[in-house]
């Protein structure tokens, strides 16, 4: 740093540049590990609430931002009050994990493993043939970003799909 006795202006700038830059990484990261599943954990809630019209409960939330993780515990769907049709489900854990398909084209990839999933689902009539008994689509758009589910896993769950229209119940179980 010395070179013939004198402390270079660029060598203070440099420190500088660097100090700020370690100053915000290391704040950027607490930020994340501290607030960040609090945050999660509301506003995931928030948007499944919405998103299906019905009450939605997430205990925890543990985020893995390096690994592109994020793992809901205890999450809870309850069914509409007094409606036979819709969505009860219940899971100790869903780990979500993130993948970049494409930086050019802002493509995510998001496959989810639901670990003691109990799913009870009736697929409303229609008027025109029976409803989708799985109605994830295939992608969907956030903002900027187009998102796809790539795959779902369920490891020791108990599913129950209720179909009107031809009368069939599809139950599958791992015990």
Same mark, same amino acid.
């Given at each position: 740093?010395?070179?013939?006795?004198?402390?270079?202006?660029?060598?203070?700038?440099?420190?500088?540049?660097?100090? %700020?830059?370690?100053?915000?990484? +290391?704040?950027?990261? =607490?930020?994340?590990?501290?607030?960040?599943?609090?945050?999660?954990?509301?506003? +995931?809630?928030?948007?499944?609430?919405?998103?299906?019209?019905?009450?939605?409960? +997430?205990?925890?939330? !543990?985020?893995?931002?390096?690994?592109?993780?994020?793992?809901?515990?205890?999450?809870?769907?309850?069914? !509409?009050?007094?409606?036979?049709?819709?969505?009860?489900?219940?899971?100790?854990?869903?780990?979500?994990?993130?993948?970049?398909?494409? %930086?050019?084209? !802002?493509?995510?990839? +998001?496959?989810?493993?639901?670990? &003691?999933?109990?799913? &009870?689902?009736?697929?409303?009539?229609?008027?025109?043939?029976?409803?989708?008994?799985?109605?994830?689509?295939?992608?969907?758009?956030?903002?900027?970003?187009?998102? =796809?589910?790539?795959?779902?896993?369920?490891?020791?769950?108990?599913?129950?799909? !209720?179909?009107?229209?031809?009368?069939?119940?599809?139950?599958?179980?791992?015990?």
């Amino acid at each position: 740093m010395w070179i013939g006795g004198r402390f270079r202006w660029w060598h203070a700038a440099l420190l500088t540049v660097l100090g %700020v830059v370690a100053v915000a990484l +290391v704040a950027s990261w =607490a930020i994340v590990r501290l607030y960040g599943p609090a945050f999660t954990q509301e506003h +995931v809630a928030a948007l499944l609430t919405d998103a299906l019209g019905q009450p939605a409960r +997430v205990g925890a939330v !543990r985020l893995r931002p390096l690994l592109g993780r994020i793992t809901l515990e205890d999450l809870e769907i309850a069914p !509409r009050p007094g409606s036979p049709d819709g969505l009860a489900l219940r899971a100790a854990a869903i780990d979500v994990s993130l993948d970049i398909a494409s %930086v050019w084209r !802002r493509q995510l990839t +998001v496959s989810a493993v639901a670990r &003691d999933l109990r799913l &009870d689902f009736t697929v409303p009539a229609t008027s025109g043939g029976g409803g989708s008994p799985f109605p994830l689509p295939e992608s969907f758009d956030a903002g900027p970003v187009h998102i =796809a589910i790539d795959r779902v896993v369920i490891t020791g769950g108990h599913v129950v799909i !209720r179909l009107p229209e031809p009368a069939m119940v599809l139950e599958i179980a791992d015990p």
